[in-house]
């Protein structure tokens, strides 16, 4: 018998395999060696092997055959033998990566039973829509025929919340284009949830818990080696992490030349048609964001009042903020909240802004869900609503580096 | 000129006067703006290491270099020498230079070599090399094809991880870019 493990553990309990095989009747299964022997896995289930007949079938070969008694286990007695050819296969990589799909198959069960346990509906809403989000900076799939994928379920979860649900979550496949990398995948699992009469905080309870729920049942509770998932989560504001990174304070840099002048000083190149949020991410992304939640997770609340979308805004005594936070976790970004806009004026104003943006950058400009408008018009309570990248924490959970390392197939 | 969507890993592009090579490219988008590329470039010359990040859309040109066929000859003292077959003439570059590229050159080995000012500063090595193992430990019969590996020794003094039926005195096929085993080679 070859020794190597080339297939990946069993996972979970064993299972006898049928007594008519095991009594002597015909067999066909797969061998596969594991640290608690060699084992021939059917349809049925798994039995210990004291012995393969001939000698040189290997682990991971297909057999047919029968079984014969020999003490606790059976010897396997094998007519046909067929050895797969791996390095044909168009997914080579596959068979190496089917631990982390079940780690991550639990990550999700996990996340599912979290919000069972708290009393959310469940629910899943379309994914081809005539109005995707209008976000200026996302790109829809068009999907033919005047419809798009949708980039976020939020639209219709928040006519859930009008409707009269009051904890609704979705587990939603989202769909954004031109987001290649080893964070982004242009599909991917994220988990949306909201609820109506609920501040920031609430959310943030939220998002510990399933944290710790997800990295339970991942069997961890450290990401990336440093950020420990047991501990409190941190809380801090955008302001106070610029100003504890690069000592820049927004208060005196709201003005777009000023912050041009400091991004600069900072040794930033700047393009001249960089908007004031440009600047800004040019600073944030090279030196603050790849710290933040280094030793344990951090809520980042008070966005700039410019990055919006769809939360509601407050005036500091220093500038305009956002009701919003983000939550990272070892340097990544994993969650993105609002304490949302209900005011159906102004969130009919925004939409008009977003669609004024998308025309002056050339992009496609999706029209106004009306349905959307018309349920905070007929009245969206007050509420909070999250979405948190389920494929980005399972991968930060297993200790994958990419998204694509937690799925069987790249996206082509 | 490469745009942010054409960059990616061993990109040679030009910087304030200066060649630099992109040894590292990640696509960053934060929740409610712009796309981002974030570089990390290794000056080509002094080795000097830049971080640099750069808004969608925007363009880097590429590094001004010329290129000649080449072969690699020897290695004296740290020093690798190559010499262009049409003109006879000879280069040397450091190890220095070279770091983990020195791993795949092997006698003969057509190379480009990348010259600034006439000064040989780099080469681009072929994808695929072949070498042959110089030391391992023994195959495991009969076994071709788990995922188990080991250690092996090539004749560059490189040492990379093969599949377990892999023996002393065999040719692989090496990738370049990644430093992996792809294939035995069939004398």
């Known amino acids: ?412 | 000129m490469y745009e942010t969507n054409e960059f990616r890993k061993g990109l040679k592009v030009e910087i304030d006067g200066q060649p630099y090579e992109m040894v590292d490219c990640q696509f960053v988008k934060p929740g409610k703006g712009n796309a981002f590329t974030r570089t990390r470039l290794k000056h080509m010359v002094t080795g000097a290491v830049i971080d640099r990040t750069y808004k969608s859309g925007e363009k880097l040109d590429s590094a001004h270099l010329t290129e000649h066929p080449m072969q690699f000859m020897y290695e004296a003292d740290g020093d690798y020498h190559f010499m262009n077959m049409a003109t006879y003439e000879q280069v040397t570059i450091s190890k220095t230079h070279l770091e983990e590229k020195a791993n795949w050159l092997h006698e003969n080995l057509e190379v480009s070599v990348l010259f600034r000012n006439n000064l040989p500063i780099a080469v681009d090595l072929p994808n695929f090399v072949e070498l042959e193992v110089v030391e391992c430990d023994p195959a495991v019969k009969g076994d071709t094809k788990s995922n188990a590996s080991k250690r092996a020794t090539l004749s560059t003094g490189a040492v990379i991880q093969v599949p377990l039926f892999i023996d002393s005195g065999e040719r692989l096929r090496i990738d370049t870019r990644t430093g992996e085993y792809v294939e035995r080679v069939k004398r």
């Open chain 1, 1 to 412: 018998m070859r020794g190597a493990q080339a297939y990946p553990p069993f996972r979970g309990p064993r299972v006898p395999v049928a007594a008519a095989a095991r009594a002597g009747g015909p067999v066909a299964g797969r061998i596969r060696s594991d640290a608690s022997g060699t084992w021939l896995s059917d349809a049925s289930g798994e039995v210990r092997l004291s012995a393969v007949e001939p000698e040189d079938a290997a682990d991971g070969d297909w057999l047919s055959g029968r079984l014969v008694p020999d003490g606790a286990a059976h010897r396997l007695v094998a007519a046909v033998v067929h050895a797969p050819r791996l390095a044909e296969s168009p997914d080579p990589g596959l068979l190496g990566r089917l631990p982390a799909l079940g780690r991550r198959a639990e990550i999700v069960l996990a996340a599912r039973r979290f919000f069972h346990e708290l009393g959310f509906l469940d629910v899943e809403t379309p994914s081809r829509v005539p109005c995707p989000g209008l976000e200026p900076h996302l790109a829809a799939f068009p999907a033919g025929a005047g419809q798009w994928l949708i980039t976020s379920p939020e639209l219709h979860l928040k006519r859930l919340l009008a409707a009269g649900a009051e904890r609704v979550v979705e587990f939603a496949r989202a769909f954004r284009d031109d987001e290649r990398g080893p964070w982004h995948r242009p599909e991917f699992l994220l988990v949306e949830w909201y609820r109506a009469f609920a501040e920031l905080d609430e959310i943030m309870t939220d998002c510990e818990g399933l944290v710790r729920a997800c990295a339970a049942a991942a069997g961890t509770a450290r990401v990336r080696g440093t950020c420990d998932l047991a501990a409190p989560f941190e809380r801090t504001t955008v302001r106070d992490a610029l100003a504890g990174a690069t000592g820049l304070d927004l208060a005196v840099l709201q003005d777009r030349d000023a912050l041009a002048r400091a991004v600069a000083r900072r040794g930033h190149a700047a393009a001249a048609d960089d908007r004031w949020d440009d600047l800004f991410f040019r600073v944030w992304i090279a030196e603050v964001e790849q710290d933040l939640g280094r030793t344990r997770p951090v809520f980042v609340a008070d966005y700039p009042a410019s990055q919006a979308a769809l939360a509601r805004t407050r005036r500091e005594s220093w500038g305009e903020v956002a009701e919003r936070f983000e939550l990272y976790v070892a340097g990544v970004e994993i969650a993105n909240a609002f304490h949302e806009l209900n005011d159906p004026v102004e969130q009919r104003r925004r939409h008009e802004a977003d669609r004024a943006a998308r025309a002056a950058a050339g992009a496609p400009v999706y029209p106004l869900d009306e349905r959307f408008l018309a349920a905070l018009v007929a009245g969206m309570p007050p509420a909070s609503g999250i979405a948190l990248g389920l494929d980005r924490l399972a991968a930060l959970l297993v200790g994958a580096e990419s998204l694509d390392a937690i799925h069987p197939f790249e996206f082509r």
